[in-house]
Every structure is written in structure tokens, then in C-alpha cells.
């Protein structure tokens, strides 16, 4: 992801309130859960010092209402005495629940998720139409949905040897083709708004095929799933699981990408930073492009700033001797606007931390 649509963050001087909490309402006693976790966590963030009232208007924002179906969480940074951060995430997560005050944000739980999620348009076409749908992420569609109705004049096509069968099909012909203009055009523009990484055309196949020869030369990848539909009765969850192996593919392939990337610039010997203090000698110099981050590693390392003059840190954490390396290599790159991996240590060659360079001395 790119750190930079998070650099207005690191604006504030500090000190930092992250709560990352799950907000999932998938069962009966759900809400009471949560009710019990906050207790603890205003108890911990009150031991902190941190002023009532902002603990308060937390725990608000905590309990409304997502409008995410099944597990979700949500992260929430506070600083100088306002919320400054508020982001909801559907999905699964292994990472720990996280309430803390100190210099930094701690965005890692919300870094893990985050991370490898690709942004998409979602089309379900009939010879009719389409339902448009943008995703920033699985299960969590934009506020902006659309429908685009067509004509239905000579939508279905005369029975075999009618006298005007030749007539009547052409006219048939002719619908469709402007449906499925009309459709992809809706996409376009909606693809220029939002620039998603991928079209995903799901529905009638015949639509489905009209819509993707409009839409050649789109500024995105264009694949289609043959589960779903606009008809009744039309399986949702099928084509759910062919929308999730699309995306798996391609989260897999990006993941790939990077690793060879970083691999070749090591063999090559240049272009690549490894370990933590070459990395942040590197985020001085505004010479990451890339960073690749094993985050579980990079939490237990600690950075004193001292040792590498020029970090672009917050007020709050310029005077501090030992920071989590996670926070700071978040908060340098959003300054230098780097762009972030989440890998295992292995793919970033056993170092937890690496990077790929924007140029090499």
C-alpha cells in the first residue's frame, strides 16, 4: 500500500491513542463481548492518562453500527485531543486487539489487513443492464452503487422462422450492444473516480462479453467469473467464492513480484537495503521506494533516533531512546511517501526488514 494516503497522520505532534478493536456483529452475544473488552480498555487507556471525554468519544465511534457483514475491525487514532483516524476493515484477523497511548501510532493490526487488499469494481450484467459496485476491499462496498437499466425493446429474440425473425434479431442485436456500452461507460467513469486495480464482469455471458470488448483499453485489469447473476434465485455465495479466488490470484501474484524484485536487486548487490539500520539509513536519505516488512519481527525490534539523525518522526517521539521498529519505519516511510509490503521474514530474506530503492549511490 502506499503510506503516503496516511502522511497527514504524522502531522500531529503527539503523543498518539490507537485502539484497534474487532467491531464484529456475526453473533447473538457480540455486542456484549465488545461492551466487556471496552471496559477493559478505557481502564488501561485511563491508567495511561488519557482525558476521559476523548476515551469516551472513542468508545462512541466503537459502537456504532458498521454495516459490515461477518468478522470486522476497526482501528481509531486519537491525538491532540481529537480523532484523527477512523477506519473499518471486514475480514478475518490474527493480529491482537491493540489499546495503547505513546509517541506513535500503532497501525500494524490495521497494516496487516490493509495490506494486499485490492480495490475493485464488481459488475453483474444481464442483457438488460448491470449492478455496479465499487470495493476498496473484500466485503466492504463504497458508498457509491449504481444500476444501469437499459432498453428492453426486442430484448429476446423472435422464435426460429418467424417472417420477421431477420429483423427482429438484428433489432435484438442492437439493444444489447448499446446496453453493454452504456454499461461499460458507467464502468469507465467509475474506474476514472476511483481508479480500482481490477473489473471484475460477472452475470449473463452474453452481456458479460459485450461489456468486456467495450471496455478495451480500460486503465485496469478486466476479468470475468461465470457464477451470478441479476436473476432471481442466481447464487450470491458462488459467485462470492469465484470473486475471492480472482483477487487470491492476483494477491499472490503482486506478492511474487515484489519478492523477485528483491531478490534480483540483492544478487545484483545494489538497489536493495536489508536489516533494520541500512533500511533506516535509507528512509533518512529518502532513498525507500519500498518497504518489506515482516511486521510480527519488526515489533519486537526497537530504534533509538538518535542513532540515525534525519528520521521524520513526530514531535512526541524526536526525545524517545526506544521505539517500536514497526511504528517508526510506518511513520518515516508515510513521510517519504514509500510504498509498504507485509511479508514473512523469509521473503525478505531472513531480515525482517528490507526495502527496495528509489535510486543506489
Not at 136 to 160: C, F, N, W, Y
Not at 240 to 266: G, N, P, S, Y
Request: glycine share 8%; aromatic share 4%.
Amino acid at each position: 500500500m502506499k503510506l503516503g494516503t496516511i502522511q497527514d497522520l504524522y502531522t500531529r505532534s503527539g503523543p498518539f491513542v490507537t485502539v484497534h478493536m474487532d467491531v464484529s456483529r456475526n453473533t447473538e452475544d457480540a455486542p456484549q463481548q465488545m461492551d466487556a473488552r471496552w471496559t477493559t480498555a478505557t481502564q488501561d487507556l485511563e491508567r495511561a492518562g488519557v482525558d476521559k471525554d476523548l476515551i469516551a468519544r472513542i468508545g462512541e465511534r466503537l459502537h456504532q453500527p458498521t454495516d459490515v457483514p461477518g468478522e470486522a475491525r476497526r482501528t481509531i487514532v486519537a491525538a491532540d485531543g481529537d480523532i484523527v483516524f477512523d477506519d473499518i476493515r471486514a475480514g478475518h484477523s490474527i493480529w491482537p486487539e491493540t489499546t495503547v497511548s505513546g509517541p506513535l501510532p500503532d497501525l500494524s493490526g490495521w497494516l496487516h489487513q490493509v495490506d494486499g487488499q485490492v480495490p475493485f469494481v464488481l459488475v453483474v450484467a444481464d442483457r438488460e443492464g448491470a449492478d455496479i459496485e465499487f470495493y476498496r476491499a473484500m466485503s466492504k462496498p463504497d458508498a457509491d452503487r449504481q444500476t444501469v437499466d437499459g432498453e428492453t425493446l426486442h430484448i429476446t429474440k423472435v422464435p426460429q422462422g418467424d417472417w420477421a425473425q431477420k429483423q427482429f434479431q438484428q433489432r435484438s442485436e442492437n439493444v444489447w450492444q448499446q446496453n453493454a456500452r452504456e454499461v461499460a461507460d458507467a464502468v469507465r467513469t467509475l474506474c476514472t473516480e476511483q481508479r480500482p486495480r481490477l473489473v471484475i464482469l460477472a452475470g449473463d455471458e452474453r452481456a458479460r462479453a459485450e461489456i468486456a470488448e467495450a471496455l478495451e483499453g480500460v486503465q485496469c485489469d478486466v476479468e470475468q467469473v461465470t457464477a451470478g447473476g441479476r436473476a432471481a434465485g442466481s447464487s450470491t455465495e458462488a459467485l462470492w467464492d469465484e470473486v475471492r479466488q480472482v483477487l487470491a490470484r492476483i494477491e499472490a501474484f503482486d506478492e511474487e513480484q515484489v519478492t523477485d524484485r528483491l531478490l534480483e536487486k540483492t544478487g545484483q548487490g545494489s538497489g536493495a537495503a536489508r536489516g533494520l539500520p541500512e533500511v533506516l539509513d535509507a528512509l533518512v536519505q529518502g532513498k525507500a521506494e519500498r518497504l518489506l516488512v515482516d511486521l510480527r519481527a519488526a515489533h519486537d525490534m526497537t530504534v533509538n533516533p538518535a542513532d540515525h539523525p534525519g528520521l521524520a518522526l513526530p514531535a512526541s517521539a524526536c526525545n524517545e531512546t526506544e521505539l517500536p521498529a514497526d511504528q517508526v519505519l510506518v511513520a518515516v516511510g508515510a513521510a517519504t511517501d514509500a510504498e509498504l509490503s507485509v511479508l514473512p521474514a523469509e521473503q525478505t530474506k531472513g531480515a525482517g526488514v528490507a526495502a527496495l530503492l528509489r535510486w543506489d549511490d
